[in-house]
């Protein structure tokens, strides 16, 4: 069983690469600079009137106020209050929540900052802490894949015993293989991922295609 603490490293991570960038470098998430990432970090866990609007579309106008309020503060003091973890009265301070909540969501945005640098290149994580990923990833594989048509397996091909190899892809269905990383980033919606496979017939990869993924 991996003793890997996912949502602690990858927080300590992002905020390291946050100092080292500063405020105004590009990320993958479309119109967002690093302090606009920032802010949303900070939003999403210090004020749970304002984080519904990330899930909730009539909401949206609510979460977009309050994180371009908070984007108005001085960058080192939000890359602070990120480091810093959730504050004692959220959610997601609450004991296995940062765990369960925090562990994708900041994977996934490291390499969103990774990502939006000219000079990136895929990390060589140890295996302990791609087999959490690919506990991560697989517990929230329905959540993710919600929107295809087509029935989704996974084979992680640098996980040990992530998968049955060769994996089949399932009845009128599509197979993604690839890192473990990349694959969970291209379920997350992520377009910049390197080495993920995507197998089925012409039909079933047409209809997954149209796939809209990720929350």
Same mark, same amino acid.
């Given at each position: 069983?991996? *003793?890997? &603490?996912?949502?602690?490293?990858?927080?300590?991570?992002?905020? &390291?690469?946050? *100092?080292? !960038?500063?405020?105004?470098?590009? $990320?993958?998430? &479309?119109? /967002?600079?690093? @302090?606009?990432?920032?802010?949303?970090?900070?939003?999403?866990?210090?004020?749970? *009137?304002?984080?519904?609007?990330?899930?909730?579309?009539? !909401?949206?106008? /609510?979460?977009?106020?309050?994180? =371009?309020?908070?984007?108005?503060?001085?960058?080192?003091? !939000?890359?602070?209050?990120?480091?810093?973890?959730?504050?004692?009265?959220? %959610?997601?301070?609450?004991?296995?929540?940062?765990?369960?909540? =925090?562990?994708?969501?900041?994977?996934?945005?490291?390499?969103?900052? @990774?990502?939006?640098?000219?000079?990136? $290149?895929? @990390?060589? !994580? *140890?295996?302990?802490?791609?087999?959490?990923? /690919?506990?991560?990833?697989?517990?929230?594989?329905?959540?993710? %894949?919600? =929107?295809?048509?087509?029935?989704?397996?996974?084979?992680?091909?640098?996980?040990?015993?992530?998968?049955?190899?060769?994996?089949?892809?399932?009845?009128?269905?599509?197979?993604? @293989?690839?890192?473990?990383?990349?694959?969970?980033?291209?379920?997350?919606?992520?377009?910049?991922?390197?080495?993920?496979?995507?197998?089925?017939?012409?039909?079933?990869?047409?209809?997954?295609?149209?796939?809209?993924?990720? %929350?």
């Amino acid at each position: 069983m991996s *003793d890997v &603490d996912l949502a602690k490293s990858e927080r300590a991570a992002i905020c &390291d690469l946050l *100092d080292q !960038l500063g405020p105004e470098q590009p $990320t993958l998430c &479309d119109g /967002w600079t690093t @302090r606009d990432l920032t802010a949303h970090l900070v939003v999403r866990e210090a004020r749970p *009137d304002a984080s519904a609007g990330i899930l909730v579309k009539p !909401l949206e106008f /609510w979460t977009e106020k309050v994180q =371009n309020d908070a984007a108005k503060k001085p960058f080192a003091q !939000l890359v602070e209050q990120v480091r810093s973890g959730p504050p004692k009265l959220s %959610f997601f301070a609450l004991p296995g929540i940062d765990a369960m909540a =925090n562990s994708m969501e900041y994977l996934i945005h490291h390499e969103d900052v @990774r990502r939006g640098q000219a000079d990136w $290149t895929p @990390r060589d !994580l *140890d295996d302990d802490t791609r087999a959490e990923v /690919w506990k991560r990833l697989s517990s929230s594989r329905r959540m993710l %894949f919600r =929107n295809s048509s087509v029935p989704v397996a996974l084979d992680p091909t640098d996980v040990a015993d992530g998968a049955q190899h060769p994996v089949p892809a399932p009845p009128h269905g599509v197979v993604l @293989r690839g890192p473990v990383v990349e694959l969970a980033l291209h379920a997350h919606g992520r377009s910049a991922v390197v080495g993920v496979e995507v197998d089925g017939s012409d039909e079933a990869l047409a209809k997954y295609e149209e796939t809209r993924l990720g %929350f």
